[in-house]
């Protein structure tokens, strides 16, 4: 297995076939994932983070840490774990300034963040969905909403758009600088194996 700078064309093509978003998130970089066999199994990205206040809890500012925001992968691979992991060395490696990694389970999807178990992420608890917005005949997160009409999602929406209020999601938190360790533990809560307990 090995992993290389994801191109725009392999990022477009792993989000819109690989992901059940069906989006390509805005402002991220990330790694094709090749298997043994040096076959392209898709993408993990990485960016700066939805909100300025992503880091807040951490006490880290915007640039001490990365969001986790897709893994597209098309099952090829052999551990989808093990290609997170690879990844996360190489910004850990190349990103010196980069203090923690922060992430989202979608339980709307009735994911749990189970590649973030199996990675040793620390689970810091349940939170709100964002608003969503159906345009062009499918509910759209307001960052999607932002990306096509160039303002933000409450702005220049379509007259009578549907709202509706997201699913919850699952933050997980992985700290690539030691020191971050003891808030991350203080912080921690079990991790979640089913819809009942979260």
């Keep these: 297995m090995r992993l290389e700078i994801a191109s725009r064309k392999a990022t ?10 069906k989006s390509v998130p805005v402002n991220t970089f990330g790694y ?10 898709g993408v993990i990205l990485y960016g700066s983070g939805a ?9 880290l500012k915007q640039g001490q840490y990365l969001e986790l925001v897709r893994v597209a992968l098309n099952g ?8 997170l992991a690879v990844s996360m060395k190489i910004i850990k490696n190349k990103m010196p300034l980069v203090k923690a990694l922060i992430s989202f389970a979608d339980n709307g999807q009735n ?3 189970i590649i973030y178990q199996a990675t040793n992420w620390y689970y810091t ?7 969503e917005y159906f345009i062009n005949g499918r509910w759209m997160h307001p960052r999607s909403v932002g990306s096509i009409n160039g ?3 409450k702005d220049k929406l379509p007259k009578g758009t549907l709202i509706r209020q997201g699913s919850s999601k699952l933050r997980y938190v992985y700290p690539l600088d030691k020191s971050l360790v003891p808030l991350c ?11 009942s307990e979260v």
């Design 185 to 195: 533990k203080s912080m921690a809560k079990p991790y979640p194996k089913n819809a």
């Design 76 to 83: 090829k691979q052999k551990s989808t774990s093990k290609c």
């Design 151 to 153: 303002s933000r999602a």
């Design 32 to 41: 094709s994932v090749f298997n043994d066999n040096n076959e392209w199994c």
């Design 51 to 59: 909100s300025n206040q992503l880091g807040k809890q951490l006490n």
């Design 111 to 113: 994911h749990k963040g």
């Design 125 to 131: 608890g349940k939170f709100k969905g964002d608003k």
């Design 12 to 21: 477009k093509y792993a989000c819109l076939k690989f992901h059940y978003a």
